[in-house]
T-cell receptor, first 113, second 114 residues
Framework: AQSVSQHNHHVILSEAASLELGCNYS??????LFWYVQYPGQHLQLLLK??????LVKGIKGFEAEFIKSKFSFNLRKPSVQWSDTAEYFC???????????FGTGTRLQVFP | GAVVSQHPSWVICKSGTSVKIECRSL??????MFWYRQFPKQSLMLMAT?????????EQGVEKDKFLINHASLTLSTLTVTSAHPEDSSFYIC??????????FGSGTRLTVV
């Protein structure tokens, strides 16, 4: 079965630090990849997505992610985090032949001023 | 953009009763909707895929008799938690795919069974 792994469960950073959150998936075929953010008490918001083309994807709020097919990875990055980035981040994968979206376990990011 | 409205946002019910959660697509038609369950500080677990006009497709380990899904129209899917018990307390989220641009999520329903 398809699965999505996020190895960083809890990340604590100071403002202006750089961020990289790992995401790996297990599926050998065509995939669509997503990163979602969930701020405290709010619903999921799309940060960015990859369907095809340039493997380096830029999203909202300064986030970007790189799809590396050979590594089955789609890591999320931000060069300089802000206190307002404190949230839960979810990687998700949609396998090409279905519409189901499978989520990773999530990474809780805390940014301190 | 495409909006999914989920209602109620929270509900408290007594053990043994049933609770219905509604998910509506407000500005698009959704032949398929998805229902997720999220435990505190954990990820979203896909429970089932709701298909308009036909039976829902449940993920492995999800009791279809416990979680009844009805998708009677192109804009409404409902999840009914039957004979609820405290272990059913959770955050339930619906989702739809308005176009290939990406999924849109409801704001979720927090169910507490006492």
């Amino acid at each position: 079965a398809q699965s999505v792994s996020q190895h960083n469960h809890h990340v604590i950073l100071s403002e202006a630090a750089s961020l990289e959150l790992g995401c790996n998936y297990s599926y050998g075929g065509t995939v669509n990849l997503f990163w979602y953010v969930q701020y405290p008490g709010q619903h999921l918001q799309l940060l960015l997505k990859y369907f095809s083309g340039d493997p380096l994807v830029k999203g909202i709020k300064g986030f970007e992610a790189e799809f590396i097919k050979s590594k089955f990875s789609f890591n999320l990055r931000k060069p300089s985090v802000q206190w307002s980035d404190t949230a839960e981040y979810f990687c998700a994968v949609n396998v090409g032949n279905t519409d189901k979206l499978i989520f990773g376990t999530g990474t809780r990011l805390q940014v301190f001023p | 953009g495409a909006v999914v409205s989920q209602h109620p946002s929270w509900v408290i019910c007594k053990s043994g009763t049933s609770v219905k959660i509604e998910c509506r697509s407000l500005d698009f038609q959704a032949t398929t909707m998805f229902w997720y369950r999220q435990f505190p500080k954990q990820s979203l677990m896909l429970m089932a895929t709701s298909n308009e006009g036909s039976k829902a497709t449940y993920e492995q380990g999800v009791e279809k008799d416990k979680f009844l899904i009805n998708h009677a129209s192109l804009t409404l899917s409902t999840l009914t938690v039957t004979s609820a018990h405290p272990e059913d307390s959770s955050f339930y989220i619906c989702s739809a795919l308005p176009d290939r641009g990406g999924y849109t999520f409801g704001s979720g329903t927090r169910l507490t069974v006492v």
